[in-house]
């Protein structure tokens, strides 16, 4: 069974510009998350979707945003970038069981902003 | 505002010793707690879990204390072994309103375990 995977896994910006990343969940996997981790802030809960909704959304500034596609795969968008905004992003996918919190992990998006 | 701590970014120990990982959490909303081990440039894989309603969960050489009281939670592997190195994240979530896919993470434990 394939794992989590994610697109670009590098990628060098320059501040200004905008960033689109890529996620495919785990097959039948439905929700997607995705997490901001830097190494002052460990990681950051951004948004969740299930069923290109978004269901749970954390504590970041609108030029942060996502969406979902009917066959569950996910892309998160990040405009204006800041030189903050250099982190790894992970993206995890779950089962839609509201028993467990456990999530599944892609190896993350390394992004650079110059 | 950090509701869940891993005060000790590092902890070295022994080969065939005991690690201890704590974790403290301020939310008495959380009712599920899990632990990811990541190793670097790969994402964090889950490690083992506990619900509220427990307060020890064994798997294999890792087991998983919860006090409640003290809104405490650590992680113990035994024996240790090298393979284990590695940073260690204490997780939480809370099931009310069905927000329990959004994990509020600690910092993380680097783990070293010296050959």
């Known amino acids: 069974k394939a794992g989590v995977t994610q697109t670009p896994r590098y990628l060098i910006k320059t501040r200004g510009q905008q960033v689109t990343l890529s996620c495919s969940p785990i097959?039948?996997?439905?929700?997607v998350s995705w997490y901001q981790q830097t190494p002052g802030q460990g990681l950051q809960f951004l948004f969740e979707?299930?069923?290109?909704?978004?269901?749970n959304k954390g504590n970041f500034p609108g030029r942060f945003s996502g969406r979902q596609f009917s066959n569950s795969r996910s892309e998160m968008n990040v405009s204006t970038l800041e030189l903050g905004d250099s982190a790894l992003y992970l993206c995890?996918?779950?089962?839609?069981?509201?028993?467990?919190?456990?999530?599944?992990f892609g190896e993350g998006s390394r992004l650079t902003v110059l | 505002d950090q509701q869940v701590k891993q005060n000790s970014p590092s902890l070295s120990v022994q080969e065939g010793r005991i690690s201890i990982l704590n974790c403290d959490y301020t939310?008495?909303?959380?009712?599920?707690f899990l632990w990811y081990k990541k190793y670097p440039a790969e994402g964090p894989t889950f490690l083992i879990s506990?619900?509220?309603?427990?307060d020890k969960n064994e798997d294999g050489r890792f087991t998983v204390f919860l006090n409640k009281s003290a809104k405490h939670l650590s992680l113990h592997i035994v024996p240790s072994q090298p393979g284990d190195s590695a940073v260690y994240f204490c997780?939480?979530?809370?099931?009310?309103?069905?927000?329990?896919?959004?994990?509020?993470f600690g910092k993380g434990t680097l783990l070293t375990v010296n050959p």
């Open positions: 979707y299930f069923s290109e909704t978004q269901r």
């Open positions: 097959s039948g996997h439905r929700s």
């Open positions: 506990i619900s509220s309603i427990k």
């Open positions: 995890a996918s779950s089962l839609n069981t509201y028993s467990t919190g456990e999530l599944f």
């Open positions: 997780a939480a979530s809370t099931s009310s309103g069905g927000s329990n896919y959004k994990l509020t």
């Open positions: 939310n008495s909303m959380f009712d599920y």
